[in-house]
């Protein structure tokens, strides 16, 4: 049975901007959850909120020694979850890292951050994509502006906004090295895409993404609404956001490298179907289905 498309997008349309169908923060009682009220008005409001100092050094310590040792491992630089930068050949992204490492896979169970996620999102929750990113000093590479909904909903069909992504700092995040970037507000509108999504188009996107991204017009109203926040932090940082915050990240030519442990977690109500591009679906490396 064909399923309403709610949020059509990358569809042949002009590019544009509509309101979300769907609420942010989906508990009922603010005051009985795992953030604080003012923590949840915060996230309802911009679309995001940061954690400082969430984890414990001892706790990022081992985690950054796995980050290392799946950098070098020559069967996962091998594996096809894993992306490499298009000049340098130095490793962007590990993809499916909740289920190939021991490590990150007792993270992404971590009920501290599973808590957060179901009370959010008011359901149970599994884990839509992970990942790595690692951003290394001076070859680390933009993230172009994007919703990642828009590309989820598109390429993997995922229906609705019920969904959210934790960033984890593996690093010390400065605004010199290529922190996360987000506009505030931005959440609550869905930017239509221009363009149809090319066959594979995951093979060139995680390299770099020129399809699924906002138009000129569209990125600057939201920016005048809403402006842009650097999310820096120390090493230890939780940064929560909505699947649908505009986000993205600047290149990295400092010698501080700017690596981040990636979680998205959905709703199983809201588990992703065919994709609505009506293509086949992305591999299970970037989109989980089971």
């Known amino acids: 049975m064909n399923r309403p498309d709610l949020y059509p997008s990358r569809c042949g349309a002009a590019p544009g901007i509509t309101e979300r169908l769907d609420p942010v923060v989906y508990a009922r009682d603010w005051l009985r959850g ?142 010199c090295n290529g922190p996360l970037l987000l506009i505030p507000g931005s959440h609550r509108h869905f930017v239509i895409c221009a363009g149809e999504t090319p066959a594979q188009h995951f093979k060139s996107s995680l390299k770099k993404q020129e399809y699924g991204v906002p138009d000129d017009a569209s990125l600057t109203r939201l920016v005048e609404q809403g402006g842009i926040v650097e999310a820096t932090g120390k090493a230890g940082s939780l940064i929560i956001f909505d699947c649908n915050a505009m986000h993205g990240s600047n290149g990295n030519i400092t010698p501080f490298p700017r690596s981040n442990a990636f979680f998205v977690y959905n709703a199983v109500s809201n588990r ?12 299970g490396y970037i989109c989980t289905r089971e």
Not at 63 to 88: G, K, M, N, Y
Not at 151 to 157: I, L
Not at 272 to 283: D, Y
Request: aromatic content about 12%.
């Open 34 to 175: 795992p953030l604080n009220q003012s923590q949840v008005s915060a996230y309802d409001r911009d679309g995001f909120l940061l954690l400082e100092n969430f984890f414990s050094a001892a706790e990022i310590a081992e985690f950054v020694l796995e980050l290392e040792r799946l950098r070098h491992d020559p069967q996962v630089r091998a594996s096809e979850a894993t992306i490499t930068e298009r000049s340098s050949q130095a490793v962007r992204s590990i993809f499916r890292v909740h289920e190939d490492s021991p490590v990150f896979t007792t993270l992404a169970r971590d009920e501290r951050l599973i808590d957060i996620a179901r009370f959010l999102l008011d359901d149970e929750v599994y884990i839509h994509q992970s990942r790595l990113n690692y951003k290394p000093g001076f070859r680390g590479k933009e993230f172009y502006w994007h919703s990642d909904f828009e590309t989820w909903h598109v390429e993997d069909g995922m229906p609705r906004m019920r969904a959210l992504s934790m960033s984890i700092t593996l690093t010390d995040n400065h605004s």
């Open 272 to 283: 992703v179907g065919n994709p609505f591009s009506g293509q086949a679906p992305r591999p």
